[in-house]
């Protein structure tokens, strides 16, 4: 059954991102590869690092990269092969981060030379952290700017910037959905039905500023885990030295505690996994009873962590932290949220889920409602569509 979008616009749209190549790790990309996917009779170009198998024919990829890791070397490779390509192309749409650095390269030598092209930005994050509001509005170039969140599309209306447009990364529902717990994931994990499973999804060790309060929680309250058969999964996305250094460090506190048992290492099971298949976060949620998303700072994330929608997609009940940001995931009735840095609050919320099998049960139905009204990737292809009618 063919469930693609169909439109007689005929309009032709490079999405400009980092390399779209496996590992599907990195929500960008990820997010680019399925909505080129799902949007039939407009041709789309995907910027890849060598050939990917089985895509539609009005996916057009060009091979421009040649590494994964989007380094300055690469941004210059894509610099080079844009004002190439650009002229076949109705409209440019950029779907990464923007940087000082990679502004500036599109800027002056691609988008300001190429009147015939419209151009789109898709921001994930403003990255508050790092840039005033001075940089942001010089980090803007789009015709059109789209935002991941309202947070970040009210942000720009005060900054003055009108042409923009919220609209949420879309997941694919095929995938992530409710399934039985698979025994061969039971069996790479060491893990059984008796078991309870906790996942921090899609968190980093160096980043978030979750880990550390995590690995006390599992320190401090470790026999009461133990007795309910309880079992951690940390996070699985190793991004740099600085991740490898924390880690490290977790694991000697893990060792020191003997708490080894009721703690899995995600990264080092994905490696031995197909890291080429794309329902790894799936299967890996479907082995999960609970979520865990507990951070103390955004700083570095895109303003909607996609392993939270995808998890409760799958129908998993979610815990959250009382980020401001984070409200737009919750809606009172899909989530559990707790106090920022409060241990015994998420002690108290793991151990109340761990109690109310139908609380889970009701807070992961409404979970898959909330993704599926928000987030399905047919959705989100229906409005770029229109957006890319339009303009």
């Known amino acids: 059954m063919n469930n693609k979008i169909s439109t007689k616009g005929g309009k032709k749209i490079l999405l400009v991102t980092r390399p779209i190549a496996p590992p599907w790790d990195e929500a960008s990309k990820n997010f680019a590869f399925y909505l080129a996917k799902n949007v039939a009779d407009l041709e789309f170009g995907l910027l890849t690092n060598g050939i990917l198998p089985d895509l539609p024919s009005n996916v057009r990829q060009k091979a421009i990269y040649t ?5 300055y070397f690469q941004k210059l490779r894509l610099i080079k092969n844009l004002r190439k390509i650009k002229k076949d192309f109705d409209i440019l749409h950029y779907i ?3 940087t000082k650095q990679n502004t500036f390269l599109i800027k002056h030598f691609v988008s300001c030379s190429n009147k015939s092209s419209r151009v789109i930005q898709t921001i994930a994050t403003l990255r508050e952290d790092l840039y ?21 599309k009210n ?5 003055g910037f009108q042409n923009i447009k919220r609209v949420y990364p879309g997941i694919d529902l095929d995938i992530y959905k409710e ?5 061969e994931m039971q069996k790479m994990f060491n893990i059984n039905n008796k078991n309870f499973i906790v996942q921090y999804a899609g968190g980093e060790y160096a980043r978030l500023g979750a880990i550390d309060d995590l690995v006390s929680l599992i320190i401090k309250f470790c026999e009461e885990f133990r007795k309910r058969k309880i079992v951690f999964f940390l996070p699985g996305r190793m991004k740099n030295k600085n991740d490898f250094e924390k880690k490290a460090k977790i694991k000697k506190k893990i060792h020191e505690a003997s708490a080894e048992d009721i703690i899995r290492y995600t990264d080092e099971i994905q490696v031995e996994f197909d890291s080429h298949g794309q329902n790894w976060m799936s299967r890996v949620n479907n082995i999960s009873d609970i979520v865990l998303f507990p951070v103390r700072n955004m700083n570095g994330k895109f303003d909607i962590p996609l392993v939270v929608p995808e998890a409760m997609a799958c129908e998993k009940p979610v815990i959250l932290s009382d980020l401001p940001i984070l409200g737009e995931l919750s809606n009172g009735k899909n989530s559990v949220i707790i ?3 409060n241990i015994k609050a998420l002690r108290d919320a793991i151990f109340d889920l761990y109690d109310h099998p139908e609380k889970r049960k009701e807070l992961g139905q409404n979970a898959r409602e909330f993704a599926a009204e928000n987030f399905d990737i ?14």
């Open 67 to 71: 590494s994964n890791d989007f380094s």
């Open 96 to 98: 990464f981060t923007p």
């Open 132 to 152: 005033g509001e001075k940089d942001i509005k010089n980090l803007m170039f789009g015709d059109l700017i789209i935002t991941y969140s309202d947070y970040a």
């Open 155 to 159: 942000k720009l209306n005060r900054l």
């Open 179 to 183: 399934t039985p717990k698979d025994p």
């Open 339 to 341: 106090p920022r840095g």
């Open 378 to 391: 047919k959705k989100i292809a229906e409005i770029y569509k229109q957006i890319y009618e339009k303009l």
